[in-house]
Antibody, heavy 127, light 106 residues
Framework: QIQLHQSGPGLVKPSQTLSLTCAISGDSVSSNSAAWNWIRQSPSRGLEWLGRTYYRSIWYNDYEVSVKGRISIAPDTSKNQVSLHLNSVTPEDAAMYYC?????????????????WGQGTLVTVSS | AIRMTQSPSSLSASTGDRVTITCRASQRISSFLAWYQQKPGKAPNLLIYNASTLQDGVPSRFSGNGSGTEFSLTISGLQSEDLGTYYCQQYNAYVTFGGGTNVEIK
């Protein structure tokens, strides 16, 4: 059974970088039938997909347009985990952040449904 | 971006009732739609994908229907443990979620 365990600070200062880590157990970050996503949820913006990484001979990334340029999602195969970095944060980035596994077919990784979620990390942006 | 609009935004129903939640896409998304249940303080949980396929372990009282731009989630025989917020999600082009429907038990 897959488990996604998130870690990272819950408080980030404005203009600094939000960094979270998701440790994967019961699956591999290099799986050819999964994509590893970050999704956030706030009362003002609802559920918002931020981006993903997945492996198909090489590593691929896709990012939501609204955060592109500020976001990086990266795998760490040695630790079987995936990280999120979001820089230049503002109070609008305050939210619950989730690490999420999406189903991918072996042949390709189109966007799909989210089948396993981490426990969530509540991030506050404040000085 | 494809906008997903859910209705109603909230509802209150009695146990045993049949409950239907609607999700409308701003453009055609074929059957690339999923439904989630979120209980207070928890992460969303996948119920249905590809508009009508029940995720393993999800009770059969949950069902999904629709294609194109109009979709529905039906709970046939509402149970007390079904309280929570339900979300639709499209994955035809990138990913977007609906605003949610809060289900309360009378």
């Amino acid at each position: 059974q897959i488990q996604l365990h998130q870690s990272g600070p819950g408080l980030v200062k404005p203009s600094q970088t939000l960094s979270l880590t998701c440790a994967i157990s019961g699956d591999s970050v290099s799986s050819n039938s999964a994509a590893w996503n970050w999704i956030r949820q706030s009362p003002s913006r609802g559920l918002e997909w931020l981006g993903r990484t997945y492996y198909r001979s090489i590593w691929y990334n896709d990012y939501e347009v609204s955060v592109k340029g500020r976001i990086s999602i990266a795998p760490d195969t040695s630790k079987n985990q995936v990280s999120l970095h979001l820089n230049s944060v503002t109070p609008e980035d305050a939210a619950m952040y989730y690490c999420v596994k999406a189903h991918c077919s072996v042949g390709g990784c189109f966007y799909s449904w989210f089948e396993s979620w981490g426990q969530g990390t509540l991030v506050t942006v404040s000085s | 971006a494809i906008r997903m609009t859910q209705s109603p935004s909230s509802l209150s129903a009695s146990t045993g009732d049949r409950v239907t939640i609607t999700c409308r896409a701003s453009q055609r998304i074929s059957s690339f739609l999923a439904w989630y249940q979120q209980k207070p303080g928890k992460a969303p949980n996948l119920l249905i994908y590809n508009a009508s396929t029940l995720q393993d372990g999800v009770p059969s009282r949950f069902s999904g229907n629709g294609s194109g731009t109009e979709f529905s989630l039906t709970i046939s025989g509402l149970q007390s443990e079904d309280l929570g917020t339900y979300y639709c999600q499209q994955y035809n082009a990138y990913v977007t979620f609906g605003g949610g429907t809060n289900v309360e038990i009378k």
